[in-house]
């Protein structure tokens, strides 16, 4: 039986490669071939976009996982030996790169945070995880930022392993692994009699910052990440959390790891303390304002305004959109946004996908065109070179000859329609297509 099954899949995996060259096929739960470092495929699109500019009429070789070649169709050529992909009407694009995920979350309208936190099993969120994973990359998504396991302790650095080592689908990870909260700070909040596990590790003060960072670093965190705001009580706005002290600390013990630093923050204080301690990125940035986004610009932090998440959580509150007046906080999150636009900062584009369904990344993108002012072209550049540059990965984020061969086909042109984002057509991973049952 086994056997014969095995036989299945080689069959189904042979036919697949003649057509595309390598095919991680949906029949088979083996690893992933490889992609051949002799495998040529030329890509033949409508356009490409390569990360800065649209080309139409532009072609692409890919040789094993990386690219080769890009240009004019008639200056890329046939080589021998190329299989050829013909991608009429479709724009071939850079791997889409998330900038911020919860891969261990699902949407809080299925289960409120809390629930997720305290009443699901850890095997059961990482057997979620996996799905969210592979809608992840389907989406076209072949790079996330994953911001924390809010409570799974560090599920992240195994399912960054079982996609490295081929046996599930998925992006290529950055992962937080716990993520830092000062005493108090954070959630679930439960009977003042009762602990409960909280969503991300508590530290404070010199000592217990500086062993929880490089404890968390130790176990695999690619990056750290600190939540420099909260609310301390239910209902309440949020206020600072960590003192400059501590962030300052929990930076230069993450640089010397080699590890930057990301902050949630939504107060001009608490972004203003994680601005001036050096972090990387402020995530949300819900009320900032003019003074400190000039800070940020000064100091090199970009924002990512996750404007996707506020929009589901607003709905999940009961907003009707379209009808009903939109929420205060929605307002304030749009003003917030647009003088951050005029700041001239640096823009990261990521959804807190989670908070909303996995494989619905585009969304954040989608928003910032049609609700929030950008170009489609600045959040296309912002989404591939823009996050690749942000998040130090210069071997991915452009389509150029030597880089990973990440690429996304979508049909139409996204660079006028933002919402061609949702037509993906092919995923290709290191050289390696992924089918995308459409
Ligand atoms: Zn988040």
Known sequence: ?????????????????????????????????????????????????????????????VEGDKIKAVGPAAQVGTPAGARTLEL??????????????????????????????LQESQALRVARATAHARATLLAGYTTARDLGTEGADYADVGLKQAIDQGFIPGPRL??????????????????????????????????GIVRAVREQIGKGADIVKVYADYRWGKGEPSRPTFSQEELTLIVQTAKGAGRP?????????GMRRAALAGVETIEHGDAGTTEVFKLMKQRGVALCPTV???????????????LGPEPERLQQKRLSVQAFRKSGGVLVVGGDVGVFRHGENSREAELLV?????????VLQAQTSGNARVFHLPDRGRIQPGLLADLVAVEGDPTQQITALRQVRLVMKGGVSYPTDK
């Open 370 to 378: 049609q609700e929030y002012g950008y170009s489609a072209l600045e």
């Open 308 to 322: 996707a998440a506020g929009d589901a959580i607003s709905q999940y509150q009961g907003w009707k959109k379209g």
């Open 261 to 269: 630093v990301v902050a949630h923050a939504s107060t001009p204080e």
């Open 174 to 207: 950055l992962v937080a692994t716990r993520a830092l909260v000062a005493t108090g700070s954070y959630g679930p909040k439960l009977s003042v009699d009762v602990d409960v596990p909280q969503g991300a590790q508590e530290a404070d003060g010199v000592d």
């Open 88 to 117: 009429p009407g479709q724009t071939l694009l850079p791997g889409l790169i998330e900038g911020h995920s919860h891969l261990l979350l699902h949407p809080y309208n299925e289960t409120s945070w809390n629930d997720q936190v």
């Open 1 to 61: 039986m086994h056997f014969s099954l095995n036989l299945t899949s080689a069959f189904y995996r042979l036919s697949f490669s003649a057509l595309l060259g390598v095919v991680w096929g949906s029949v088979t739960a083996q690893n992933p071939p490889p992609a051949p470092a002799s495998a040529i495929v030329l890509l033949r699109p409508a356009a490409v976009f390569d990360g800065e500019a649209l080309h139409p009429g532009w072609a692409v070789l």
